[in-house]
Protein backbone atom coordinates (compact mmCIF):
# COMPACT_ATOMS: atom_id res chain seq x y z
CA UNK A 1 0.00 0.00 0.00
CA UNK A 2 1.22 3.61 -1.55
CA UNK A 3 0.12 6.70 0.13
CA UNK A 4 0.61 9.65 -2.02
CA UNK A 5 0.19 13.47 -0.70
CA UNK A 6 0.69 16.72 -2.86
CA UNK A 7 1.43 20.04 -2.17
CA UNK A 8 2.48 23.24 -3.57
CA UNK A 9 -0.61 24.07 -5.69
CA UNK A 10 -2.11 27.44 -5.73
CA UNK A 11 -2.42 30.43 -7.34
CA UNK A 12 -0.04 32.07 -10.07
CA UNK A 13 -0.14 34.86 -12.77
CA UNK A 14 0.58 33.41 -16.50
CA UNK A 15 4.46 33.17 -16.83
CA UNK A 16 4.97 32.37 -13.52
CA UNK A 17 6.20 29.35 -11.76
CA UNK A 18 5.02 26.44 -9.09
CA UNK A 19 6.78 23.47 -7.94
CA UNK A 20 4.54 20.59 -6.34
CA UNK A 21 6.36 17.84 -4.40
CA UNK A 22 4.89 14.26 -3.81
CA UNK A 23 5.24 12.87 -0.48
CA UNK A 24 4.71 8.81 -1.06
CA UNK A 25 4.67 6.55 1.97
CA UNK A 26 5.93 3.27 2.22
CA UNK A 27 9.48 1.39 1.77
CA UNK A 28 9.35 0.37 -1.62
CA UNK A 29 9.04 4.14 -3.57
CA UNK A 30 11.88 2.98 -5.75
CA UNK A 31 9.82 0.40 -7.39
CA UNK A 32 7.03 2.72 -8.75
CA UNK A 33 7.29 4.77 -11.60
CA UNK A 34 5.11 7.88 -11.14
CA UNK A 35 3.26 10.32 -13.31
CA UNK A 36 1.57 13.36 -12.61
CA UNK A 37 -1.69 13.55 -14.12
CA UNK A 38 -4.62 16.53 -13.90
CA UNK A 39 -8.42 17.25 -14.82
CA UNK A 40 -10.16 20.61 -15.78
CA UNK A 41 -13.24 21.20 -14.99
CA UNK A 42 -15.77 19.46 -17.74
CA UNK A 43 -12.20 17.26 -18.61
CA UNK A 44 -11.15 14.16 -18.69
CA UNK A 45 -8.04 13.59 -16.45
CA UNK A 46 -4.69 13.94 -18.40
CA UNK A 47 -1.38 12.99 -18.14
CA UNK A 48 1.22 15.76 -17.61
CA UNK A 49 4.30 13.65 -17.05
CA UNK A 50 5.50 10.44 -15.82
CA UNK A 51 8.77 9.21 -14.76
CA UNK A 52 10.61 5.73 -14.20
CA UNK A 53 11.72 4.24 -10.93
CA UNK A 54 15.47 5.30 -11.52
CA UNK A 55 14.77 9.09 -12.69
CA UNK A 56 16.46 8.66 -15.89
CA UNK A 57 13.39 8.52 -18.55
CA UNK A 58 10.24 10.69 -18.50
CA UNK A 59 7.69 11.50 -20.86
CA UNK A 60 5.78 14.60 -21.22
CA UNK A 61 2.63 15.76 -22.91
CA UNK A 62 3.11 17.57 -25.90
CA UNK A 63 1.14 21.27 -23.68
CA UNK A 64 3.96 20.72 -20.69
CA UNK A 65 6.79 19.63 -23.12
CA UNK A 66 9.63 22.58 -22.28
CA UNK A 67 7.71 23.85 -20.22
CA UNK A 68 7.61 21.63 -16.97
CA UNK A 69 9.97 18.89 -15.42
CA UNK A 70 9.26 15.64 -13.58
CA UNK A 71 11.53 14.84 -10.95
CA UNK A 72 12.55 12.25 -8.36
CA UNK A 73 14.22 11.88 -5.14
CA UNK A 74 14.05 8.01 -4.31
CA UNK A 75 15.94 8.61 -1.14
CA UNK A 76 13.11 11.13 0.24
CA UNK A 77 10.34 9.20 -0.98
CA UNK A 78 8.91 12.12 -2.71
CA UNK A 79 8.28 13.09 -6.70
CA UNK A 80 8.42 16.46 -8.04
CA UNK A 81 6.76 18.70 -11.09
CA UNK A 82 8.61 21.99 -11.73
CA UNK A 83 6.25 24.07 -13.48
CA UNK A 84 7.14 27.29 -15.74
CA UNK A 85 5.76 29.84 -18.27
CA UNK A 86 2.70 28.54 -17.09
CA UNK A 87 -0.12 29.35 -18.80
CA UNK A 88 -3.92 30.11 -18.08
CA UNK A 89 -4.85 26.81 -19.39
CA UNK A 90 -2.40 24.94 -17.08
CA UNK A 91 -5.21 25.38 -14.46
CA UNK A 92 -6.66 22.07 -13.07
CA UNK A 93 -6.28 19.77 -10.12
CA UNK A 94 -2.78 18.09 -10.13
CA UNK A 95 -3.24 14.57 -8.80
CA UNK A 96 0.28 12.41 -8.08
CA UNK A 97 0.06 8.34 -9.02
CA UNK A 98 2.43 5.44 -8.43
CA UNK A 99 2.20 2.29 -10.79
CA UNK A 100 3.34 -0.67 -9.26
CA UNK A 101 5.82 -1.36 -12.40
CA UNK A 102 9.46 -0.06 -12.80
CA UNK A 103 8.90 2.02 -16.20
CA UNK A 104 6.90 4.83 -17.35
CA UNK A 105 3.33 4.76 -18.08
CA UNK A 106 0.70 7.38 -20.19
CA UNK A 107 -2.69 5.99 -19.32
CA UNK A 108 -4.51 6.54 -16.18
CA UNK A 109 -5.70 2.77 -15.53
CA UNK A 110 -1.80 2.03 -15.49
CA UNK A 111 -1.57 3.48 -12.27
CA UNK A 112 -2.56 1.96 -9.25
CA UNK A 113 -2.35 4.72 -6.25
CA UNK A 114 -3.47 8.35 -6.38
CA UNK A 115 -3.32 11.48 -4.28
CA UNK A 116 -5.99 13.58 -3.05
CA UNK A 117 -5.13 16.32 -5.50
CA UNK A 118 -3.66 19.61 -5.75
CA UNK A 119 -5.27 23.03 -7.31
CA UNK A 120 -3.51 24.58 -9.55
CA UNK A 121 -5.49 28.05 -10.55
CA UNK A 122 -3.08 30.43 -13.46
CA UNK A 123 -4.41 33.81 -13.59
CA UNK A 124 -4.11 35.72 -16.84
Known amino acids: QVQLVESGGGLVQAGGSLRLSCAAS????????MGWFRQAPGKERELVATINWAGDNAFYADSVLGRFTISRDNAKNTVYLQMNSLKPEDTAVYYCAAKNKLWIGVNPREYDYWGQGTQVTVSS
Open 26 to 33: GRTFSRYA
